[in-house]
């Protein structure tokens, strides 16, 4: 069994252990925890909910995603589990009703939700991801939905456009920008336009100059902007929230 965790908590502080703490007592050892992405732009459901859409593919048949970029905890947000079938995938995301798990949901060829109704004895007002959403993540990676925790709902009550998404929405370590634009609808010979400046496609970082800017397809399928052996971010200005413009 597997669980991926996806969060805004950062990977130094405290919040993460605890949460891997707390699927471990419920699922015992033979759980599979994987750190999809810890770092995810902070409090922003948005992009956090393109970046899982395209993020998801990558792992197989059976993950459940504890997904919990959360801003809202503790408010009236619901907190949701998604059942989720993609390309022959079967598929669980555990986390808050805010627009977060709604891309992929409105993406997937067939999509269950359901309503967390349990609680557990201790919960904090301010840490859901520990107290809630990892044992509900847990007992599913077991193979358990057990009907008194969760009731199926019509539909999730925070629902974002699933449309693709012209922005920066992640921008890792080598300051390569990741877009929400998914690279199948984007023409090879596009020319983007982002922070003023204008970029081309190129197949591979190698097949242009050291230091040129351009795009390409990356790994999971999203348009992305890079430059060759430097950062995007130092020499474009890119950060998350910059439009991203098609041009002919």
């Known amino acids: 069994m597997m669980i991926a965790l996806f969060t805004d908590f950062g990977a130094d502080d405290i919040y993460v252990g605890q949460m ?27 992009a956090a909910a393109h970046l899982l859409a395209a993020l998801h593919g990558a792992y197989p048949d059976g993950t459940v995603f504890l997904a919990v970029v959360d801003p809202g905890v503790g408010s009236a947000r619901e907190p949701v589990a998604v059942m989720t079938q993609v390309d022959g995938k079967t598929q669980w995301f555990v986390g808050p009703d805010n627009g977060l798990l709604s891309v992929i949901a409105a993406r997937a060829s067939r999509a269950k939700t359901f309503r967390i109704a349990w609680r557990p004895a201790a919960l904090s007002a301010s840490f859901h991801g520990r107290d809630l959403f990892a044992p509900v993540a847990a007992w599913l990676a077991s193979g358990e939905a057990p009907a008194d925790k969760l009731e199926e709902t019509g539909a999730l009550r925070v629902q974002l456009d699933a449309g693709d998404l ?14 929400g634009m998914r690279a199948a609808a984007v023409a090879d010979d596009a020319r983007l336009r982002v922070a003023q400046t204008e970029v081309t496609r190129a197949r591979v970082f190698s097949d242009v100059p050291e230091g040129q800017a351009f795009w390409y397809v990356n790994s ?18 890119l950060r998350p929230g910059h439009v991203v413009e098609v041009l002919a």
Do not use: F, M, W
């Not at 012209?166 to 877009?179: F, K, P, Q, R, S």
């Open 20 to 46: 891997k703490a707390a699927l471990l007592s419920y699922a015992g050892c033979d759980v599979h925890l994987v750190d999809a992405l810890h770092n995810v732009p902070d409090y922003d459901a948005r």
């Open 220 to 237: 999971i399928g999203l348009v992305e902007i890079a430059v060759n052996r430097g950062s995007a971010t130092a020499q474009l200005g």
């Open 166 to 179: 012209a922005e920066i929405i992640y921008v890792d370590h080598y300051g390569n920008a990741l877009t």
